[in-house]
């Protein structure tokens, strides 16, 4: 069999570490080529121990991580000419016993991609440090069009949201067949009781080869995790560990404890000193806010325009675009039946008949029709989707008759929704035609981007005449904030990087170009919001998708979503989401 190998390579200190070099031994045995790419700033000294090892070493600027380095290799070789690819990462330890077995056990399986590990969180993938693909895959356009999508992320957290749980479900959605070692739902079933649990997560752990290390080596598992021996996450016992690498003769050497080369760079960010709307200076509300959602080290200050008549609030200092995914987070996937599984489908179905009782419901179906309804008053039906979390409102679309398309930068939707006969768009703005609409859905991405008024400028040229805009974005100003404060989700460190509020909303629409601009408030999705923002405020943190409903305060939240919605006939600009539409003249 004809292989290859790509190996990313990042290290703080600049250096090849022997672990390394162990790793691209171990490789060698079993492919014909090694290409090794590094965003470390590696001395002519340290490019001379590859020597040995790789066909072709490749530097580039520390800019974008693991998947971005694969992507830049993949342009200098011709995939389709192997029979077999390998994408690894230097966040592992090995090869700890022989590679052979787990290839004659993948070559027995008729899989086009294959990993060792899996996990469902986030949703259901393959673990991106060892991947494998196969002829078929390689030399189709879906694997083409995957790699060509993939943008130079900073953050972990959003690369693997974007592109490791997005090419698993990419390929499978193409119809490809994808396969791994050591499945979680057998470790799951056979060794859960071994495995500490980490703080907040009621159900698995998050990182299936930092959890289950112990039983995967007693598996033949030939790599181990260097965050697990670095940092333990999971607070284990790892003398078990340790003890199996040293009766398969591991070099102890190895195992730095110092060994930070695999950490992420971080958020390239600027300051942001004046306000994106009127230009005035900020000062700071919330100060060194803490991304809840990830484990980043960075923080961040809330800062708020000091004119009076604008408020608007900002991330200081501010993340560049293209650091930060616009994909949502989806829910993760566990073995059928399992016990908190069947508890959260029975409260969540009391929690829908509450709210059906109290015709929130129904309100919701309204604030939809109005939605559908505001953007339809144009001549033709011709609608661009900005927000295509899951592709159900183009599908919507396209059953009033219209003709529906969608944007988004999110690899695996937009193959999937291209398969289902919708145009996608992705990248950059200017491709798209002008004129091309008579509505555009911006949904709630105002407040994701770094330059708003850019955004809504390309919308209004987007637009054609008398075309409709319409967005929806949390109120800086609603109820939620006053109470809530610091522990606001509504401004999502670093995801959200703006706040508004009708008022400055609406002056920047006016500034845009548009007219008969119309901004209210809502208080039908204040319990989502409250469920996030008391989370956080209890437990530091904000709510894991995985965490049971009965976790995430839902009854209490539909508390305050009564209280909330009460308050709204008293104070009708204080909703927890402003919604707005706008016409070109």
Not at 68 to 94: I, P
Not at 236 to 258: G, Q, S, T
Not at 275 to 298: M, N, T, V
Not at 503 to 513: K, M
């Amino acid at each position: 069999m004809k292989r290859m190998a790509i190996y990313a390579h990042f290290d703080a200190q600049n250096e090849i570490k022997p672990y390394v070099l162990h790793t691209l031994e171990g490789l060698r045995a079993h492919c014909q080529q090694i290409h090794f790419i590094s965003t470390a700033q590696l001395a002519e000294s340290e490019r001379i121990k590859l020597a040995n090892t790789c066909n072709e070493v490749i530097l580039r600027e520390n800019r974008g991580l693991d998947f971005s380095m694969w992507q830049q290799a993949l342009r200098s070789v011709d995939a389709s000419f192997w029979d077999e690819l390998l994408l690894l990462n230097s966040s592992v330890y090995g090869p700890v016993t022989a590679l052979q077995p787990i290839f004659e056990i993948a070559d027995k399986e008729p899989w086009d991609f294959w990993g060792l590990t899996d996990s469902f969180d986030i949703d259901y993938h393959l673990q991106s440090y060892f991947m494998a693909f196969r002829a078929d895959l390689l030399g189709s356009e879906t694997f083409a069009e995957f790699w060509r999508g993939v943008l130079p992320y900073q953050s972990k957290h959003q690369v693997i949201r974007s592109y490791e749980v997005g090419l698993t479900q990419y390929f499978l959605e193409a119809g490809f067949q994808g396969g791994v070692i050591y499945p979680y739902e057998y470790l799951y079933q056979r060794h859960a009781s071994r495995v500490r649990w980490p703080k907040n997560s009621l159900l698995h752990p998050t990182n299936t080869a930092v959890a289950y290390a112990e039983p995967l080596l007693e598996l033949g598992m030939p790599f181990v995790k260097v965050d697990l021996l670095r940092n333990n996450p999971l607070k284990m016992d790892l003398a078990p560990v340790r003890e199996f690498l040293a009766r398969a003769n591991y070099p102890d050497d190895f195992i730095l404890p110092e060994l930070s080369g695999t950490d992420s760079p971080g958020l390239q960010t600027f300051p942001q000193e004046t306000c994106e709307i009127c230009g005035f200076p900020g000062q700071i509300l919330h100060k060194s806010r803490r991304d809840a959602l990830a484990d980043a080290k960075e923080s961040w200050d809330i800062v708020r325009c000091r004119n009076a008549r604008c408020r608007l609030l900002w991330m200081d200092p501010m993340p560049v675009e293209h650091e930060i995914d616009w994909s949502s987070i989806g829910t993760p996937l566990l073995p059928r039946g399992h016990v908190y599984q069947r508890t959260q489908k029975t409260l969540r179905m009391f929690y829908k008949r509450m709210l059906r009782r109290m015709k929130l419901r129904a309100q919701r179906e309204d604030q939809c029709r109005c939605e559908l309804g505001s953007a339809s008053e144009g001549t033709a039906p011709r609608v661009l989707d900005m927000d295509c979390l899951d592709g159900e409102r183009l599908r919507v679309f396209r059953n009033m008759g219209w003709v529906a398309e969608g944007y988004t930068d999110n690899v695996w939707m937009s193959g999937a929704m291209s398969r289902d006969g919708f145009t996608m768009f992705s990248g950059d703005l200017e491709n798209i035609p002008l004129g091309r609409y008579q509505a555009i859905v911006l949904g709630n991405r105002i407040q994701q981007v770094q330059h708003p008024r850019q955004l809504l400028q390309a919308c209004h040229s987007l637009l054609g005449p008398g075309g409709t805009l319409h967005l929806e974005t949390p109120n800086a100003s609603g109820l939620s904030h006053h109470y809530f404060g610091r522990n606001w989700q509504g401004m999502d460190v670093p995801r959200h990087r703006y706040a508004f509020n009708p008022r400055n909303l609406a002056a920047l629409l006016e500034q845009v170009g548009f007219e008969r601009i119309s901004v209210s408030t809502t208080p039908v999705h204040a319990e989502v919001l409250a469920q996030e923002s008391r989370y956080l405020q209890r437990r530091g943190c904000s709510w894991p998708c995985h965490i049971p409903f009965s976790e995430r305060g839902g009854l209490t939240a539909l508390a305050y979503q009564i209280l909330v919605l009460l308050l709204h006939r008293w104070f009708p600009g204080r909703g927890d989401t402003c919604i707005a539409t706008a016409r070109k003249a």
